[in-house]
């Protein structure tokens, strides 16, 4: 883990004095409401349905066990008791008090955590691979440059005030865990012919309104130049980007309205023409953020891989946790250890205090003291000892955190939608809830298989409906909920935005919608096919036959 | 019958929580919200609202309507404002309990099945 300096230490403490007083000032009358909004949106504070929203950023997804039980002492103390993991990997507290704000980030700020990046036209919390580092197929540990993009980026004076918001997602494997092809800048970490390592840079990804998977503008930027070619797309897009339209803000519509190749070329004569060494991180810096990530010293177990086959042909709850939720190590006796937020029934993405304690007891215990959040929402254990899986599965079922669905349709990521937030048109958990129930046997979410379904609430795709395997966009028809699917999205490697099935259903008719799609897919696959698979050979046709069978004709 | 009103709401600043103008005062109860039938009149109320900086962020008016003597909200997000998550009924002034909290429940349920469902249609 890395573990923040006595610089990052005294910025915290700053930022939380300036906040503290700017809410004493609000709190007086000395500030209105529309001075302190934009103040207290760069402390990741928003006003939603029912009371405030704080966001606390969790740089990459990245969190050590004391970090996890501080959020779960604030849950406890001045929240709810719960807490709301998203699709940027932060953690949202729904019921935050203005007057306790104060008091939360001081709290945050003795375990490293904070609010910034979380909210504003800045640079936002950089996301990533929550397998970074454990990965068998990782080409580097993608954190490393995560955090080098975390220390520049954060309060850059030039890149404060952007047209609109910008997300940077870094990936260092070819499966991409992190959906960076649909970020503003998505980067693939790789090594080249040579040997050498570099990032693939993509860029103008987004979702929202007007959904683009991002262009690859070059194919290899050798990494130490990473900082100094990010500059030079963040001046070209500070520059040309539009701010007379909020939906025209993004870097998206920008790369789209001058073509990949033009922006390409704009960057490269302003990453030419400008002092790099004056930018790019010195080898010594580069060094002390790899060093301070720490290297674990795994133990080699000979007996371990026995045990747990012997293991898994005891126990076929075991095995099915193991198959679906436990993923391969670059360690032959350490296994990366998913922990689902997506017990059926429950809110995707929420955990209890007690939940977050349990999962950092474990992280603990048997993690090396490293815990990750997802962008799908879940949690992960990403160095835990072979031999130690089983144990670990087991304090996992006593708290309702062992569901196996990892990338089943009962995984679903759905945003906080109309429950809870003041941007959506209709609620996004209920209808997660519903299709959830009906995939609840898990013979028969194995049996469908890979089948990424994901909410959104509204238009601004923070569920990543567009990405879905399956996707479904609530939209509000005369007061009403109704739903809009669309089919063949994907968030990884295999990046694309999802077509539009046909016209939208009505809330208790979505998870009818689910099961006839998923119905259709077990006729229609090809051998090994997923769902997406035959979604792409066969296109939207059949699915969408199926899903409108009995329907009312026209 | 039905006849469309209007209700004044915003968030506490402090506490950030829901509260609607009371005939005196703020409530956290939408059941006690003052009822406007005058457009203008409750276009004065969000004017004095607006002045009460200290207290309330983001003043603004609302439909409601009344029927069969229970009132609701007309919209379906301001009558989750008014009762809490519907996905944590432990949670928000729900918890309250009673007949007005299960009136504006049921006001819900019926905007969300009124003998729409055939709307799903090939093209």
């Known amino acids: 883990m890395f573990i923040y300096d006595a610089i990052d230490a005294a910025m915290l403490k700053d930022r939380n004095a300036e906040f503290r007083d700017q809410v004493a000032r609000r709190l007086s009358g000395d500030l209105t409401e529309a001075q302190f909004k934009p103040l207290r949106l760069m402390n990741g504070l928003y006003l939603q349905l029912h009371s405030y929203m704080l966001r606390v950023a969790i740089p990459y997804g990245s969190l050590n066990p004391n970090q996890l039980r501080a959020l779960a002492q604030v849950a406890r103390r001045w929240d709810r008791g719960y807490g709301h993991f998203t699709t940027r990997q932060n953690l949202q507290f729904h019921w935050t008090r203005l007057s306790d ?9 003795t375990v490293g955590l904070h609010a910034i990046q979380t909210s504003g036209n800045c640079i936002r919390n950089t996301t990533s691979d929550p397998f970074a580092g454990a990965a068998a197929d990782e080409a580097d540990d993608a954190r490393v440059w995560c955090e080098a993009i975390r220390q520049w980026s954060s309060f850059h004076p030039e890149f404060t005030y952007l047209p609109r918001k910008f997300k940077i997602a870094v990936t260092a494997s070819a499966t991409d865990r992190a959906a960076v092809r649909a970020h503003d800048i998505g980067l693939v970490l790789h090594r080249n012919a040579e040997g050498r390592l570099g990032f693939e840079v993509i860029v103008g990804g987004g979702l929202g309104r007007t959904p683009f998977i991002g262009k690859t503008i070059r194919e290899h930027l050798p990494a130490e130049h990473l900082l100094s070619y990010l500059t030079a797309i ?9 701010r007379d339209n909020l939906y025209k803000a993004r870097i998206k519509i920008l790369v789209e309205s001058l073509g990949a190749a033009a922006f390409a070329e704009k960057v490269e004569a302003e990453w030419a023409a400008m002092d790099r060494a004056r930018i790019d991180l010195p080898d010594e810096e580069l060094a002390r953020i790899r060093a301070s990530f720490g290297l674990i010293a795994y133990k080699k177990d000979p007996g371990a891989r026995a045990a747990f086959e012997a293991d898994k042909a005891q126990d076929r709850s075991f095995a099915r946790f193991v198959r679906n939720n436990v993923a391969a190590h670059k360690h032959p006796d350490y296994a990366i250890v998913s922990v689902s937020l997506k017990a059926v029934g429950e809110t995707p993405g929420d955990a209890s205090a007690d939940q977050m304690d349990v999962v950092a007891h474990l992280g603990e215990t048997y993690g090396h003291g490293d815990i990750r959040v997802t962008h799908a929402q879940n949690l992960v254990l990403p160095h835990v000892p072979l031999r130690d899986v089983r144990a670990v599965y087991e304090k996992l079922s006593e708290s309702g955190l062992a569901t196996p669905n990892i990338d089943l349709a009962s995984d679903i990521i759905a945003c906080p939608g109309l429950d809870y937030c003041a941007l959506a048109n209709a609620r996004a958990i209920p209808i997660s809830q519903d299709i ?23 238009i601004n795709a923070c569920g990543h409906h ?23 999205g994907s968030g990884a490697e295999d990046a694309a935005v999802g077509q539009a099935l ?10 009818d919608t689910v099961e006839r799609l998923a119905d259709a897919y077990l ?21 969408k036959a199926a899903a409108y069978a009995d329907a009312d004709p026209a | 019958m039905s006849t469309t009103l209007q209700a004044l709401t915003a968030n506490d600043l402090r506490t950030g929580e829901v509260v609607f103008r009371a005939a005196e005062g703020w409530t956290g109860r939408f059941a006690e919200a003052q009822l406007f039938s005058d457009p203008l009149d409750a276009r004065a109320e969000l ?26 909200p007309t919209s379906f997000r301001e009558r989750i ?20 909290v299960e009136a504006l429940r049921r006001s819900h349920a019926a905007a969300r099945s009124a003998g729409r469902l055939g709307l799903i249609r090939k093209r």
């Open chain 1, 101 to 109: 704000a104060p008091d939360i980030l001081d709290h945050l700020a």
């Open chain 1, 234 to 242: 963040l001046r070209i897009y500070n520059l040309e980007g539009r």
């Open chain 1, 436 to 458: 959830a129930r009906r995939f609840s046997d898990p013979d028969r979410a194995e049996a469908v298989g890979e089948l990424k379904i994901k909410i959104s609430g509204c």
């Open chain 1, 466 to 488: 567009h990405l879905g395997h399956i996707g479904i966009l609530g939209v509000d028809k005369k007061g009403e909920e109704f739903f809009q699917f669309t089919l063949g």
């Open chain 1, 502 to 511: 046909g016209p939208a259903v009505p809330a208790d008719k979505v998870a």
């Open chain 1, 523 to 543: 006729h229609l696959r090809a051998p090994g096919e997923r769902f997406l698979d035959t979604v792409r050979r066969l296109g939207v046709g059949p699915f």
């Open chain 2, 47 to 72: 004017d004095l609202a607006a002045l009460e900086t200290v207290r309330l962020a983001d003043p603004y008016l609302i439909d409601v309507v009344v029927t069969d003597g229970f009132a609701s």
């Open chain 2, 81 to 100: 404002r008014a009762l809490g998550p519907t996905v944590r009924e432990d949670l928000g002034p729900q918890t309250e309990g009673g007949p007005r």
